[in-house]
Antibody, heavy 118, light 112 residues
Framework: EVQLQESGPGLVKPSQSLSLTCSVTGYSITSNYWGWIRKFPGNKMEWMGYISYSGSTSYNPSLKSRISITRDTSKNQFFLQLNSVTTEDTATYYCARYSIIRGTIDYWGQGVMVTVSS | DVVMTQTPVSLSVSLGGQVSISCRSS???????????LSWYLQKPGQSPQLLIYKVSNRFSGISDRFSGSGSGTDFTLKISRVEPDDLGVYYC?????????FGAGTKLELK
């Protein structure tokens, strides 16, 4: 079974970078798409971006040039970096698999809560 | 961006009852390839979201047939019959037809 697990700091200072790792077991990240979604306090969910099986990326324009998603296929991990964070980036961050066949996110990690505060 | 509008915001139900949740999109969700990428998710308290329905009406692996999805174009509905305690939580619709993918604001299902 596909399992995803996020890891990273739970507290980041404003203007710094947020970096998270998603470790995947049970499935190779060289198939399908892999991405990040965040849920803000109050339930609003935002799709942040994907990295494909080939390594190409697609990002939410709302995040402009602040976001980068990369991967390490040897470790079956992919990563999120979000630069110049503000308190508005406080959220629970989920990594997830996007199934090409189903055309949707079908597996989610447990999520990691990240607070941006000085 | 495609705006997904879910109604109602919250819903109270008795165990064994039936409920419907509506999701409307600001643009048609029919993709150029003919598929409609509308999904439904449930987030139970303390858990991550889980996929229930994809491409409007297809149940994900292991999902009970008490859950059914329908609709087309811009109007979609999730129906839950014979509600059980494990069905409680927040339901989200989401679209994958257009970038960026977007989600509804959620519908909280509670016990009456």
């Amino acid at each position: 079974e596909v399992q995803l697990q996020e890891s990273g700091p739970g507290l980041v200072k404003p203007s710094q970078s947020l970096s998270l790792t998603c470790s995947v077991t049970g499935y190779s990240i060289t198939s399908n798409y892999w991405g990040w979604i965040r849920k803000f306090p109050g339930n609003k969910m935002e799709w942040m971006g994907y990295i494909s099986y080939s390594g190409s990326t697609s990002y939410n324009p709302s995040l402009k040039s602040r976001i980068s998603i990369t991967r390490d296929t040897s470790k079956n991990q992919f990563f999120l970096q979000l630069n110049s964070v503000t308190t508005e980036d406080t959220a629970t961050y989920y990594c997830a698999r996007y199934s090409i066949i189903r055309g949707t996110i079908d597996y989610w990690g447990q999520g990691v809560m990240v607070t941006v505060s000085s | 961006d495609v705006v997904m509008t879910q109604t109602p915001v919250s819903l109270s139900v008795s165990l064994g009852g039936q409920v419907s949740i509506s999701c409307r999109s600001s643009q048609s969700l029919v993709h150029n390839n003919g598929n409609t990428y509308l999904s439904w998710y449930l987030q139970k308290p303390g858990q991550s979201p889980q996929l229930l329905i994809y491409k409007v009406s297809n149940r994900f692996s292991g999902i009970s047939d008490r859950f059914s999805g329908s609709g087309s174009g811009t109007d979609f509905t999730l129906k839950i019959s014979r509600v059980e305690p494990d069905d409680l939580g927040v339901y989200y619709c989401g679209q994958g037809t257009q970038y960026p993918n977007t989600f509804g604001a959620g519908t909280k299902l509670e016990l009456k």
